[in-house]
């Protein structure tokens, strides 16, 4: 007795790291270094709440050793990410615009420890946007690395974005480098 199976062709699959191919719904992700307050418990979930933390836990902990305990602050009007022991942290936010809505999907904080050196200090995105994640495709990590050479760029003296949660691990801001 012989069976024939029939089965539909198999969908081709996108290379690892390609964006999703744009749908009858277009997603964007935008960078921001400004956040209104209505953001505040999606923020604080991504920075203190976040599944994805003991995976870097001991990069974590080194960044707060090191620098401070980051807490969630309103300024103006405006959220704003503080670092106990400096003045001057600054923070990058990810907004995925679909449909009119507007979501934060990740955040990093960072400062410029001295004339040569960015400092990236902490780092979340949210899960589903993790390597691992339903959009993990979109690279989040990598993208706000990315966003912080590029502001690195623009700052005079500036040659190194510095990544507390590998070990210190010094990224040259000039890509010839």
Not at 5 to 32: C, D
Not at 39 to 48: A, C, K, N, Q
Not at 96 to 109: A, N, Q, T, W, Y
């Amino acid at each position: 007795m012989t069976i024939k199976i029939s089965l539909p062709p198999a969908e081709p699959r996108k290379p690892f790291g390609q964006p999703s191919p744009p749908t009858a719904v277009q997603e964007t992700i935008r960078f921001t270094s400004v956040l209104e307050t209505h953001y505040r418990d999606d923020l604080e979930g991504l920075m203190f709440f976040n599944p994805q933390q003991k995976k870097t836990l001991a990069g974590i902990n080194r960044s707060i050793k090191d620098f401070g305990v980051p807490s969630v602050t309103v300024d103006a009007e405006r959220l704003r990410i503080t670092v106990e022991g400096l003045s001057d942290a600054q923070a990058l936010y990810a907004l995925k615009e679909k449909d009119g809505s507007v979501e934060l999907i990740g955040v990093i904080v960072f400062v410029r420890l001295d004339p040569e050196n960015l400092v990236l200090l902490h780092i979340a995105v949210r899960e589903d946007y993790s390597r691992g994640g339903e959009h993990g495709e979109e690279m989040l990590v990598g993208r706000l690395v990315g966003e912080l050479r590029a502001i690195a760029r623009r700052i005079r003296g500036v040659r190194h974005v510095i990544l507390k949660y590998s070990g210190g691990l010094m990224i040259p801001v000039d890509p010839a480098v």
